[in-house]
């Protein structure tokens, strides 16, 4: 197989352009410095928590009620203000699609 | 522009491998179908385990996959066998039409004796690939390809580097004249509305939108919540917050370009693109529905390891967990993990997919066929009789 090996490792990935969060390629400590490809170059980015393997965290401060953008679409809204470098998740990200399960 | 290296069939397909079918119609002549082809080089086994009873909507797929099958262009000849002599009779006008070289072999033929089938199966199987093995590889376009999308076993890294690579070789493909079929319909639950929106009409759009509904209601019919808890405890440790986010990073398989309509199961695209098929999600069947669709390759991703593949269409296993590339190297034919590790999924990254599919178009083989790891299994939907 053709080695493929990118010159650098980065820390993140950010799906599409437009995305308003990227997402850890590796467990993140609270504090990191992190790369990241944006855009066509690499950037840092700082994280203010830690964010474990496959987690998200905010490119940008998120305000309660708007729409978290992965993918190029929402994923869903904000149940809190997200600080920029803040972990997303279900403790502030909520589904416009889903049910809740119902009693039996 | 790339290119390949295939087998230029009558009916205007090219195929990327050229072995003989052995088809039974029906589970009555599976066991001889698999002696049969066990006894013949590199002859592929598809038992279709139904056949008499089957109504309805079922008998639509259960005729369209056996044709779909029998007449597909890896296949240089089909050999078909069955208890039922007027169904093998019509599949054989059908198979004439598209001149594919076959015969059938009934029951009747045989007067009820298995042991008479299996030797006239092997005889005619012999110089079925006899005659086929004159057959040369010639030139031929990426366009002339329809490839299947396929994820299973998946992991935070299907959704984040392998899915979207594979979107990525989709719309090369289909840039360069080719055809995808994106499958799985279960799978678009939480996206629909934006494969709904690059949809060419807005009936594909609504058709997209109803098939998720069914497969909803039909879930929720037999007590199956799909909204309710999903993302998984699994998904939700491994980072997906909602249903959004899981369908995206599954459909993120099917790239960017316009949906051109939506087949039902097993249904051939009539033009090149991309395709949506509303099938089910497990690979067996998923693939099934591609392969009797016409799909002669299948790129298929995988988090932690899936071994299963298609019998008929070249599978190549893609992951991009830098775990399951090392340890299973080889089952896993294209490593994806160089996308996770770099953060991004590089125009170079891409071309190199595209000409690893034209190499196993032209004969590289993938592990699943070194393996035989495959087969073919067509949906049931309904009662039979």
């Known amino acids: 197989m053709k080695d493929l090996s990118p010159a650098s490792r980065m820390d993140a990935i950010v799906l599409a352009d437009g995305d308003t969060v990227a997402t850890a390629l590796r467990a993140l400590g609270a504090g990191e410095t992190v790369r990241l490809r944006r855009g066509g170059a690499s950037v840092e980015h700082r994280v203010c928590e830690a964010i474990p393997f496959g987690h998200k965290f905010a490119l940008f401060s998120i305000a309660q009620g708007d729409a978290v953008v992965k993918y190029g679409a929402s994923i869903g809204t904000a149940t809190a203000p997200i600080p920029a470098g803040g972990h997303v998740h279900i403790h502030n990200l909520t589904s416009a699609r889903a049910r809740p399960v119902a009693p039996r | ?385």
């Open chain 2, 1 to 385: 522009m790339l290119s390949f290296a295939g087998y230029h069939r009558p009916d205007g397909r090219i195929g990327v491998r050229n072995r003989l079918l052995v088809l039974s119609v029906g589970g009555l002549t599976g066991p001889v179908a698999r002696r049969i082809a066990a006894g013949l080089r590199d002859a592929a086994c598809v038992v279709l385990p139904f056949e008499a009873g089957l109504i309805g909507q079922d008998k639509r797929v259960h005729d369209r996959a056996a044709l779909g099958l029998a007449a597909h262009p890896n296949i240089g000849a089909a050999l078909v066998v069955g208890d039922n002599a007027q169904v093998l009779a019509a599949l054989s006008d059908q198979l004439g039409a598209c001149h594919q070289p076959h015969v059938v072999i009934s029951m009747d033929d045989c007067d009820n004796d298995v042991f008479r089938m299996q030797e006239a199966g092997l005889r005619q199987g012999a110089r079925l690939i006899h005659q086929i093995s004159r057959q040369r590889r010639a030139p031929a376009p990426l366009s002339a390809l329809v490839l299947g999308l396929e994820c299973g076993r998946s992991d935070p890294s299907s959704g984040i580097a392998a899915n979207p690579l594979l979107g990525r070789v989709a719309d090369r493909l289909i840039d360069q004249g080719g055809t995808a079929i994106l499958g799985e319909t279960v799978e678009w639950l939480g996206a629909e509305h934006l494969l709904a929106a690059r949809a060419r009409s807005t009936q594909t759009g609504d058709a997209i939108s109803a098939a998720v509904a069914r497969r909803e209601a039909e879930a929720m019919a037999a007590g199956v919540d799909l909204l309710g808890r999903n993302p998984t405890p699994t998904n939700i440790a491994a980072g997906l917050s909602t249903i959004e986010e899981k369908s995206l990073g599954s459909v993120a398989k099917s790239g960017t370009q316009p949906v051109e309509g939506m087949l039902d199961y097993a249904q051939t695209p009539p033009h090149p693109g991309l395709w949506v098929m509303d099938a089910p999600a497990f690979a067996p069947e998923s693939l099934t529905g591609f392969v009797a669709a016409g799909a002669q390759l299948i790129l298929f991703t995988t988090g932690v390891g899936n071994s299963y593949v298609s019998a008929l269409a070249p599978t190549l296993k893609v992951s991009a967990n830098p775990d399951t590339c090392t340890r299973l190297s080889d089952q896993i034919d294209l490593r994806a993990d160089t996308a996770l590790l770099g953060g991004d999924i590089p125009a170079p990254m891409v071309d190199a997919v595209l000409g690893q599919l034209a190499q196993v178009a032209s004969g590289d083989l993938t592990w699943g066929e070194i393996l035989g790891e495959g087969d073919e299994v067509v949906s049931r939907f309904g009662a039979a009789l």
